[in-house]
């Protein structure tokens, strides 16, 4: 099993929609929890990090966590298409806080 | 620099020719990351420092491949022979001790003929 699993997509969504992207982790012990968006030929930007249970929102974005289901999502509401790009999921692994164990990214597209 | 940069952004080279890439991590960022990410993959998690502790290099995929960073500044990333499956965009990233919300470089574009 992957340590961190997401669905490869690409997910399309109109754009104004809510698009849901979801990541799974399998170490119980991971206590923190990234989202970067990766513009194709450009490099991974961090759009939002999570600690805790529950929901966090900034801006646009909303990151959710559920430990006990060792999931993690990412909302984008009145999704653009300047959002379209790969999202890739991060989470510190059983090698320590600062190591993080990327998975493979979901690509978004959001069509006019 | 306000931000991770790394040199060259773009290298060609021949097949059996050693290359280095640089990496300037943000200024008191102690945490040093090297990724390998093929077209169209995921990142590839190559090694890691964090200040003076001995460096994570778990992720090297052979003994062509080693890095070196000075404190808690430069670092490089050295590729020996290169071989044509060596060719991907090398990324680093830092960040800082009490944190470990990770920000990229611009990464160098390699690609060995």
């Not at chain 2, 280095?20 to 998690?45: K, M, N």
């Not at chain 2, 590729?79 to 009490?98: G, N, W």
Request: proline letters at 4%; charged letters at 20%.
């Amino acid at each position: 099993q992957k340590e961190v699993e997401q669905n490869s997509g690409p997910l399309s969504v109109p754009e104004g929609a809510i698009a849901s992207l979801n990541c799974t982790y399998s170490d119980r012990g991971s206590q923190s929890f990234f989202w970067y968006r990766q513009y194709s030929g450009k490099s991974p930007e961090l759009i939002m990090f999570i600690y805790s249970n529950g929901d966090k929102e900034d801006g646009r974005f909303t990151a959710q966590l559920n430990k006990a289901s060792q999931y993690v999502s990412l909302l984008i509401r009145d999704s653009q298409p300047s959002d379209s790009a790969t999202y890739l999921c991060a989470v510190n692994g059983d090698t320590g806080f600062q190591k993080l164990v990327f998975g493979t990214g979901t690509r978004l597209l959001v069509s006019p | 620099g306000a931000g991770v940069s790394q040199s060259p952004s773009n290298k060609v080279t021949e097949k059996g020719k050693d290359v280095e890439l640089r990496c300037d991590p943000i200024s008191g960022h102690t945490a040093l990351y090297w990724y390998r990410q093929r077209l169209g993959q995921g990142l590839e998690f190559l090694i890691y420092f964090q200040g003076n502790s001995a460096p994570d290099k778990s992720g090297l995929p052979s003994d062509r491949f080693s890095a070196e960073r000075t404190g808690e500044s430069v670092s490089t990333l050295t590729i020996q022979r290169t071989q044509q499956e060596d060719s991907a965009v090398y990324l680093c990233a830092s960040s800082f001790f009490r944190y470990n919300e990770q920000f990229f470089g611009p990464g160098t574009r390699l690609t060995v003929l």
